[in-house]
T-cell receptor, first 115, second 110 residues
Framework: EAGVAQSPRYKIIEKRQSVAFWCNPISGHATLYWYQQILGQGPKLLIQFQNNGVVDDSQLPKDRFSAERLKGVDSTLKIQPAKLEDSAVYLC?????????????FGPGTRLTVT | DAKTTQPPSMDCAEGRAANLPCNHSTISGNEYVYWYRQIHSQGPQYIIHGLKNNETNEMASLIITEDRKSSTLILPHATLRDTAVYYCIVRETSYDKVIFGPGTSLSVIP
């Protein structure tokens, strides 16, 4: 079974530029998550989709971050404009359903450096 | 905020059992205890979860105290590849939200 795919793996941009990350979840997984992981901390949930609808985006800085999941499969996360504090690893995860006992499968992440 | 507390770091000799503790004194009756781990430069990986009873799978064992206020993840024969950050998580009952704390950094020493 193929895992969660993410691209790019690394990205370096200057502050005030924009950037986009792509995620392809495991086939058949209805729920998709984007996390931000700052160095030395645990991942923090940014947004959660169930199929192509948003379930939770309470931690997403909506003035600069946006995410979409068209057709309930792939997803993109965009930052515009980027700030220095956005430097982090952005992790995508998916799970079979939206429910208590379904574990999440994580991709390798995209490491963003904002200079 | 995370509902769990874990020691920031631990060492374990290769081949010995690694016992990683977790406190979750405010856990409610329907909340499960989950463990994930994150090897350097990789995404977190699910290990095991449980509600009341002890659980075992091919990766680890989970021991939950009778009052459910704490648990221990046991890696029976730690190898160098088990060096990682281990996260203990209490899942909210109503939906799938996972809140990660800083975890325990386990170093397996040759």
């Amino acid at each position: 079974e193929a895992g969660v795919a993410q691209s790019p793996r690394y990205k370096i941009i200057e502050k005030r530029q924009s950037v986009a990350f792509w995620c392809n979840p495991i086939s058949g997984h209805a729920t998709l998550y984007w996390y931000q992981q700052i160095l030395g901390q645990g991942p923090k949930l940014l947004i959660q989709f169930q199929n192509n609808g948003v379930v939770d985006d309470s931690q997403l800085p909506k003035d600069r971050f946006s995410a979409e999941r068209l057709k309930g499969v792939d997803s993109t996360l965009k930052i515009q404009p980027a700030k220095l504090e956005d430097s982090a690893v952005y992790l995508c995860a998916s799970s079979l359903e939206w429910g208590l006992t379904y574990e999440q499968y994580f991709g390798p992440g995209t490491r963003l450096t904002v200079t | 905020d995370a509902k769990t507390t874990q020691p920031p770091s631990m060492d374990c000799a290769e081949g010995r059992a690694a016992n990683l503790p977790c406190n979750h004194s405010t856990i409610s009756g329907n909340e499960y205890v989950y463990w994930y781990r994150q090897i350097h430069s990789q995404g977190p990986q699910y290990i095991i979860h449980g509600l009341k009873n002890n659980e075992t799978n091919e990766m680890a064992s989970l021991i939950i105290t009778e009052d459910r206020k704490s648990s221990t993840l046991i890696l029976p024969h730690a190898t160098l590849r088990d060096t990682a950050v281990y996260y203990c998580i209490v899942r909210e009952t109503s939906y799938d939200k996972v809140i990660f704390g800083p975890g325990t950094s386990l170093s397996v020493i040759p």
